[in-house]
């Protein structure tokens, strides 16, 4: 059913009235909230969202923090909540959120803590960005005398450090990640190897430092760090850091052989500041001393670009990375907590392992009730190995719960925070704490809301079904909050995270939205306010996706009674998105894709967070063999075909040419678009992997193709609306010729008691010279026409069938105990690498430049100080670093695509420049000569190979 726009503004699922100050009851009433002047310092979603639901708790006094990055100009707003807060005074400005430096990041906060004072607000809330999670900033925060919607400054050290929290959490029993938490201190250790030494350091450096004797040398000069950082003093170089991780990862190798390493910077997050190094070392048992410290030489580059990345390489910046063993077939789940400092309580979970560059893309939820509910469903089915695997997460499950609430009492967590670890098999690993709220924080809230109940009276109660309020609950009324009970809401949810990236999901900036469909019912669309109507003309404004932040556009959540529910009311939220916009690239199609690919499949798999990569390598492989089909082509082939098979009869013959020339659009229309995207064709493929078989080279259907062939209408959103494009629907004489062939089968089935999916028994009837069911002679015949009539041609949809043959694309599966079997070759970096290039293929180039793969800012050199990449004269290889891309946050090295000379280096302006898709770096001699391929040789290539193809279909 078609909605208004106030499913977006008003929608039942996350709007509500939560104004508990004018509730009935006095107890409810002393939670109330109405008082708070909360500051908000982030941007994206999660501003949007927090401007709502103040406004919801009856809050009127907030205010929004604009980075000058930020443009209030609505046709490229960055900002485009400016359409929903007109109040001027309660906008304000500082040249960036985080600063780019030490010195500008402590400016940045006295200027949000004068913002606050001097605009008569009390409190700060940070979202989800990096200051949510900066204990300085918090604690600056505090001491300003502010209250801070969050974890307060004590959590945020003993959990929001990945070094301190993992230091806590073998304190309290959790398990851990093995690897090295110190590195740092081993570093100092390095160059000052005693305590008096390290005591003489302290001393000769003026720094503060306390010895009981009783510390270790490593805990010793831990404390000797964190001095420094307070005085802002580096006590070694990156150079001797670089050193002392290579050689760490180098003894890690030789411990784990056949493993990654994975290092992380102990502020990263959101997938920023991890590198992850040892390709070449993956399953290799018995690697060679020189193998290891080859592999272990990408240390000090990686770690160069972390420091990078969270900006951390500043003088007196704790520079510390975490160097952890990579548990390669993993999952990532984690755990919602929330705490008021006396009381944690787990929500649940959310597994998060369809990943990519570790940038989370699909979250789905994960609770005890939802699996019992799977469990008992799997008995009844007599699926035992689905069984045990269901009761195997339950299990992890439970032991994830109960130490996530153990770790957050232990840390005195006093609001939201997320509780990550890495599930393998039936073990799990803590990871780390993100004292925040989490970007996926609505698909907790879809399953649970929290009821605080009155201790003096167990019918008093208010119920809360925001994270965000119960952040502003918290920060105002902390201990007098009781510790809440959970309660079921929703079955299951999902939510897909809305990106600009092109199709191989590589981060795409600089495009435009200039339409976006309204969202439907059972839709949750958070999106920063985009989709906020123009406040004069109640028009859609264009929105320009800079590259200034990362690539999140929105966040798109649904839910349902279960998984399988919750997944195909996401499939249609995904198929009804309509986004237009110039050079406009987006995942909207790899969701789609990927979604109905785990419908098709089973809802229920256990994806590792190494699943994305191989799967986007088997949709470029669907892309490569679908480029090499010509459907017009192959549709003229089959009149051909037909033509010489009625050849002996004019009158036939002439009928089936008509025949075909009416469903010529019919079946083309649909089959083109999916052969032109690999994403709808991956998940096509998905859903159709049961109605057909290959016997004897030949494509068998088990299901009326006419009813496929409605169904892929509906798949691709092709069904007639009055109101779309002709473009983009199926057309009308094909919709009535469809109709009629559905009608037509529809009153046979109930003529002959069949079900709709019994076309195989119908079609065996029909087949049958003696007429059937009482029909006489004559009309038997007609009904035999006509049945040939609506099925003739149909057999072209057995294409699309013969590309996943060709490209064994069902390899790629899920087993009965959930696993997901992926062929070894998809793991080939080579093949990705090329894959990649067939999905996005290089912008269009001569063969003497070099020239960006995509808009964003253009690096010479890894790190300020280090010499550039390339000089002119110089020769590079092939898959050689030519100079970094950042995009959306994001920094990305650059590989040669060919061995050669730099004649020329074209762009002019240093490090930071901003570069346009296309643009030409460098004039080069390639080592080879490149050999064009000529238009009608491969068109002729096209015809040969599709006329092969026909030979399984004809």
């Not at 109709?739 to 529809?746: D, H, R, S, T």
Request: glycine residues 8%; charged residues 30%.
């Amino acid at each position: 059913m078609e909605q208004n726009t106030d499913l977006y503004a008003n929608n039942p699922l996350i709007h509500k009235d939560r104004r508990l100050g004018q509730a009935s009851s006095e107890w409810v009433r002393s939670f109330g909230c109405e008082d708070l002047k909360p500051l908000i310092v982030c941007r994206g979603p999660i501003r949007k969202e927090a401007m709502d639901v103040y406004e919801e708790m009856g809050i009127t006094h907030y205010g929004i923090l604009l980075s000058e990055k930020d443009s209030i100009v609505y046709p490229n707003a960055l900002s485009p909540e400016l359409k929903q807060l007109t109040d001027n005074s309660r906008v304000h400005r500082v040249p960036d959120y985080s600063g780019a430096s030490k010195e500008e990041r402590v400016e940045r906060i006295q200027q949000i803590i004068d913002t606050a004072h001097d605009n008569g607000y009390d409190s700060v809330f940070a979202g989800y960005g990096f200051m949510a999670e900066d204990d300085e900033f918090v604690a600056a925060i505090e001491d300003a005398g502010l209250k801070f919607i969050g974890p307060c400054s004590g959590t945020q050290r003993a959990a929001g450090k990945k070094d301190e929290a993992k230091r806590t959490a073998l304190e309290v029993n959790v398990s851990v990640t093995p690897g090295i938490d110190n590195v740092t201190a081993r570093t100092l250790l390095k160059k000052h190897k005693t305590r008096d030494q390290l005591l003489a350091l302290a001393k000769a450096e003026d720094l503060s430092v306390d010895d009981d004797g009783k510390m270790s040398l490593e805990e010793l000069a831990d404390v000797v760090l964190f001095a420094s950082y307070d005085k802002g003093i580096d006590l070694f170089s990156i150079e001797e850091l670089c050193a002392q991780v290579e050689a760490e990862c180098a003894d890690m190798f030789k411990n784990y052989p056949g493993a990654r390493i994975r290092l992380k910077a102990i502020g990263g997050g959101g997938g920023k500041g991890q590198r992850i190094l040892g390709a070449s070392l993956l399953m290799n048992k018995q690697p060679s001393d020189k193998q290891v410290a080859e592999a272990a030489a990408d240390a000090p580059g990686l770690v160069r670009e972390i420091l990078n990345e969270v900006k951390a390489n500043g003088v007196g910046d704790n520079k510390n990375v975490l160097i952890e063993l990579n548990i390669e077939q993993t999952r990532h789940n984690e755990i919602q907590l929330l705490g008021n400092g006396k009381w944690a309580i787990a929500l649940g979970g959310r597994d998060c392992s369809l990943q990519m560059h570790e940038q989370k893309l699909l979250e789905i939820s994960v609770t005890q009730e939802a699996l019992t509910a799977e469990i008992e469903k799997a008995k009844k089915a007599k699926n035992k190995a689905q069984q045990k695997a269901l009761e195997s997460d339950l299990k992890v499950l439970k032991a994830m719960e109960e130490q996530s609430e153990r770790f957050g009492a232990a840390v005195g967590l006093d609001s939201a925070s997320t509780f990550e670890c890495i599930v393998d098999g039936d073990r799990h690993y803590f990871m780390e704490v993100n004292t925040r709220i989490q970007v996926e924080h609505r698909v907790t809230e879809l399953v649970y809301s929290l009821k605080f109940v009155n201790p003096d009276d167990k019918n008093d109660f208010f119920i809360v079904e925001s994270l965000v309020e119960a952040m502003a609950l918290l920060a105002m009324h902390k201990e007098r909050l009781p510790k809440p009970e959970r309660i079921p809401r929703f079955g299951a949810a999902a939510e897909a995270r809305l990106n600009a990236t092109d199709c191989s999901l590589s981060p795409s900036a600089g495009g435009y939205i200039r339409y976006w469909s309204k969202p439907i019912e059972g839709e949750i669309r958070d999106d920063q306010g985009i989709c906020i109507p123009n406040p004069d003309t109640n028009q859609f404004m264009r929105y320009h996706l800079a590259g200034a932040y990362d690539s999140n556009i929105a966040l798109l959540l649904t839910k349902g009674e279960d998984r399988i529910d919750s997944y195909n009311h996401l499939s249609t939220v995904l198929r009804r998105t309509v986004l237009r916009g110039s050079n406009l690239a987006t995942n909207l199609e790899f969701h789609y894709g990927l979604c109905n690919w785990f419908i098709g499949n089973n809802v229920m798999a256990k994806p590792t967070t190494r699943f994305v990569v191989p799967y986007l390598t088997l949709v470029g492989k669907l892309k490569e063999e679908a480029l090499k089909l010509d459907i017009v082509f192959a549709f003229l082939s089959m009149k051909k075909h037909y033509a010489k098979q009625y050849a002996d009869d004019a009158d036939a013959a002439k009928a089936v040419s008509e025949t075909l020339d009416r469903k010529g659009t019919l079946l083309t229309r649909p089959m083109e678009k999916l052969l032109n995207d690999p994403h709808l064709l991956s998940g096509w493929l998905s859903l159709n992997k049961k109605n057909f078989e290959i016997k004897n080279g030949k494509v068998v259907w088990l299901r009326n193709p006419l009813v496929i062939l409605e169904e892929t209408y509906e798949y691709l959103n092709m069904t007639w609306r009055e109101d779309a494009p002709a473009a983009e629907v199926i057309w009308t004489h094909d919709r009535d010729l469809l109709n009629n062939a559905l009608e037509f089968y529809a009153q046979l089935r109930e003529k002959f008691g069949f079900e709709k999916e019994e076309f195989v028994k119908l079609n065996d009837i029909l087949g049958k010279a003696k007429p059937q069911g009482g029909y006489d002679a004559d009309t038997w015949a007609k009904i035999q026409a006509a049945h040939v009539g609506y099925e003739i041609g149909n057999e072209l949809l057995g294409l699309l069938c013969m590309v996943a043959e060709k490209t064994d694309f069902y390899d790629l599966k899920v087993e009965e105990d959930l696993e997901v079997t992926i062929p070894d070759y998809l793991h080939d970096p080579e093949l990705q690498a090329a894959m990649k290039k067939v999905l996005v293929p290089p912008p269009a180039t001569k063969a003497d430049e070099i020239v960006t793969p995509g808009g964003g800012m253009y690096y010479a050199q890894e790190a300020p100080g280090m010499p550039p990449f390339v000089t002119e004269g110089m020769h590079f290889d092939k898959g050689q670093p030519l100079f970094i891309l950042e995009v959306m946050k994001m920094f990305n090295k650059v590989p040669a695509p060919f061995s050669g000379t730099i004649d020329k280096i074209l762009i002019e302006g240093g490090d930071g420049t901003i570069v346009q898709k296309g643009q030409p770096l460098f004039k080069v001699t390639p080592d080879e000569k490149f050999v064009e391929v000529d238009p009608k040789e491969l068109a002729k290539q096209k015809q040969a190979i599709t006329g092969e193809y026909l030979k399984a279909v004809l």
